[in-house]
């Protein structure tokens, strides 16, 4: 199934791209896929690395064709 990736922040930089669409195997989980990108890209602070799925903050859901998954960088607060 094909997911479109976006990536923000110091995680773009890592990936040396905003976005991609990736063709991935249909049981992925939403955490596989974090793992798999993090490696892939040697993403940095990949423990504070948040997803959002379709705009909605959830480590839960499974993934879908087409659903749009979001590589958040670490916030700071203040």
């Given amino acids: 199934m094909k997911v479109s990736v976006k990536y923000f922040g110091i995680i773009a930089e890592a990936a040396g791209r905003d976005e991609e ?3 991935v ?4 989980s939403v955490n ?3 793992e798999q990108q993090v490696q892939k890209y040697k993403i940095p602070d990949a423990e504070a690395v948040q997803l959002a799925v379709n705009q909605n903050l959830n480590k839960e859901v499974e993934l879908k064709e087409g659903d749009e998954v ?5 916030f700071a607060g203040g």
């Fill in 21 to 23: 669409v990736l063709e």
């Fill in 32 to 34: 596989e896929l974090k």
């Fill in 70 to 74: 979001a590589f958040l960088p670490p």
């Fill in 25 to 28: 195997a249909w049981e992925i």
